[in-house]
Nanobody, 116 residues
Framework: VQLQASGGGLVQAGDSLGLSCAAS????????IVWIRQAPGKAREFVAA???????HFPDSTKGRFTLSRDNAKNSVNLTMNNLAPEDTAVYYC???????????WGQGTQVTVSS
């Protein structure tokens, strides 16, 4: 299984940005994919998840601003981030293969920087 995250960049507060997680070795339409971010000096933070049944979940910090969608043709999961704020600045990772010890497979991360 391999995941490749892309789409990061530098944006201004209030802007929108889309990230993509392209997968190989699994089919996203029947897999759980999560997005996790890590800001400098901070712990990893759960951002969004889409389950194998297609339902999604967001923590309070991203609920209402972030959305998830699948592109089955590209075997990818897309994270759309709206109304970005400087506190959203982090490296964003997609991951899958949940075990009791965490996620087994990780994308390489993509940097999102939001300027005020």
């Amino acid at each position: 299984v391999q995941l490749q995250a892309s789409g990061g960049g530098l944006v201004q507060a209030g802007d929108s940005l889309g990230l993509s997680c392209a997968a190989s070795g699994l089919t996203v339409s029947n897999s759980e994919i999560v997005w996790i971010r890590q800001a400098p000096g901070k712990a990893r933070e759960f951002v969004a998840a889409i389950w194998d049944d297609g339902t999604s979940h967001f923590p309070d910090s991203t609920k209402g601003r972030f959305t998830l969608s699948r592109d089955n043709a590209k075997n990818s999961v897309n994270l759309t981030m709206n109304n970005l704020a400087p506190e959203d600045t982090a490296v964003y990772y997609c991951a899958t293969g949940h075990t009791t010890r965490g996620y087994t497979y990780w994308g390489q991360g993509t940097q999102v920087t939001v300027s005020s």
